[in-house]
């Protein structure tokens, strides 16, 4: 392996063997990637699947279960706490476990065999609405919703923790994983195409109000769980671990145990904590159909209009509104995830945090000035605002890479399991103070949804500006407070430029000495 580590990046290629470095000589170098380009292209493809399935859940949930199912908001931010806790303890033993298990195919790479049909079906009945009594509902979406985390979980661990047995070369996993997020959120506006589709096709087969929205909703799941869970199952059959750092056994009682070394290693504290203040910027997409419900209409004038014809009007508001919010918010956001790896060869990830979330934070702020009467000012702003969500959502992934190489090299112990089930908590986490700042908004606005007819939908001209404005506040000015709070975090981030670079070095240098070899 060549040294890298006192290099500046020059070029990439891609799906190649080699990748090439001038070090601050001018010397040409060269540096051995490890996966060719069939390999990761399959594993982004797999990210792809997987962003279907969860944007149905993140994006729709919210949507669900208070329009569709109509549960009480009072109980589901319970059930979002309660969730919570439970994936406080569930998510660390997912990767405790990882990390202490191996198979004859790998650490990570078996659970992505098995864990598809279960979330594929899961997937199906968190979005089925039975007819129940009021209670029997709520126990049927606390059984769902919490088995569907548990097991999504036992997915999406192994899963993003992959890209750091694939290869030990540190600039080559960034790569990957800032593609395989760039596709990850491809695959998240798949649901948001099938809500704006079927939101047009569905009041022609003489649906309406809430048997529509139960039939939309039946059809997004099927189709995001089966195709998304097909793409994710690939890549276990395409890709192949290179990478595997023993953990020592236990020596003595002295020896920190794995949640210890987790929470002590600093720069990944402080990556999570800047993902948990950030977790607003979630509210762009799960946000988008409760704003097209209650607060923008831009549709055709509803004057004089009943019966199917209204449906009809309504409807085509929800998703004309849904679809150019999504599209405004994709805009942004696979614009910034494409742009990251350009950039991450001339800034840290830490630069690129700090000045996208200013630059998202201050455009959902002017967002709220302008106000919800004028839905095509906002757009642009939309454009904007997304921006932290691609890069945020890039490069909080590879920074834990760096802070698990930052925690191999200091304690020997490299918890790669661990480190991405903090991730994914803080993923959920962060959805979930999402869906409940939603949720508490519905309080504060005095929002009823039981008061509404469930043969017609809602209209958003009849709501009182207290309901439009606070329903609003949603993509505006609480994401802006969100994104401007995440930077503090990041101040205190050191594993940047040339700290990288020497930590990168001794890292190379310790694995030699410990005879770790890389397949």
């Known amino acids: 392996m060549f040294d890298l580590c006192h290099s500046n990046m020059l070029f990439y290629v891609y ?45 729709y949930i919210s949507d669900f279960y208070l329009n569709v199912l109509k549960v009480t908001p009072i109980f589901v931010l319970l059930l979002m706490f309660i969730a919570r806790i439970w994936d406080a303890i569930n998510d660390p033993i997912m990767g405790y476990i990882v990390d202490r298990n191996s198979f004859k195919n790998g650490k990570m790479r078996p659970y992505l065999l098995y864990t598809p049909i279960p979330v594929a079906v899961l997937t199906m009945l968190l979005f089925y609405a039975p ?12 059984i769902t919703y919490v088995a569907w985390g548990m ?8 899963f993003w923790s992959l890209p750091n047995a694939l290869t030990p070369n540190a600039d080559e996993r960034g790569s990957i994983i800032s593609k395989a997020r760039t596709f990850n959120g491809i695959g998240s506006a798949v ?9 047009f096709v569905l ?62 290693c600093k720069p990944l504290m402080l990556t999570a904590l800047m993902g948990v203040l950030s977790a607003a910027r979630y509210m762009f997409q799960a946000g988008a159909v409760h704003v097209a419900r209650y607060s923008f209409y831009i549709g055709k004038d509803l004057s004089g209009l009943s019966g199917a014809e209204l449906e009809s009007a309504l409807q085509a508001n929800i998703s004309k509104v849904s679809t150019v919010m999504a599209a405004a918010s994709a805009i942004g956001m696979f614009g910034a ?31 709220w000035f302008i106000g919800y009467e004028h839905f095509w000012a906002c757009v642009p702003l939309l454009v904007i ?88 506040s949603i993509i505006s000015i609480i994401p802006a407070v969100s994104l401007f709070i995440c930077i503090i975090p990041m101040f205190f981030y050191n594993i940047t430029g040339e700290y990288r670079e020497n930590m990168e070095k001794q890292l190379a240098e310790q694995r030699k000495r410990r005879g770790i070899e890389i397949d």
Not at 131 to 142: E, F, T, V
């Open 203 to 264: 009041p022609k087969f003489n649906l309406s109000g809430t048997e529509l929205e139960k039939t939309k909703y039946v059809v997004m799941a099927l189709i995001c769980s089966i195709i998304g869970n097909i793409l994710f199952v690939r890549v276990y059959f395409k890709t192949k671990e290179r990478v595997n750092i023993p953990v020592p056994e236990k020596k003595d009682k002295n020896q920190p145990n794995a949640l210890k070394l987790i929470f002590t």
């Open 131 to 142: 007819n129940l009594a009021d209670s029997q509902k709520m126990i049927y979406a606390s």
């Open 151 to 158: 097991i999504y979980t036992s997915s999406d661990v192994p």
């Open 15 to 59: 799906g190649r063997v080699n990748i090439f470095f001038a070090d601050k000589r001018g010397i040409i170098m060269e540096a051995k990637m490890y996966v060719p380009k069939k390999e990761w292209l399959a594993y982004c493809v797999g990210a792809l699947g997987q962003g279907m399935v969860y944007a149905i859940m993140s994006s």
């Open 385 to 472: 605002s997304a921006i932290p969500c691609g890069t945020i959502n890039v490069c909080a992934f590879a920074m834990v890479g760096d802070c698990l190489d930052y925690m191999e090299l200091k304690t020997g112990v490299r918890l790669t399991g661990m480190g991405s089930a903090i991730q994914s908590f803080v993923t959920k986490f962060g959805n979930a103070i999402a869906t409940s700042f939603i949720i508490l908004m519905y309080i504060i606005a005095d929002l009823d949804v039981s008061s509404i007819s469930a043969s017609i939908t809602a209209n958003p001209l009849e709501m009182t500006h207290g309901v439009r404005n606070g329903i609003f």
């Open 191 to 199: 649901p948001m195409g099938l809500f704006m589709i079927l939101g």
């Open 337 to 367: 995830m494409i742009a990251v790896t350009p950039l991450i060869k001339k800034f840290s990830y830490k630069q690129i945090v700090i000045v996208s979330a200013l630059l998202g934070a201050t455009s959902s702020l002017a967002m």
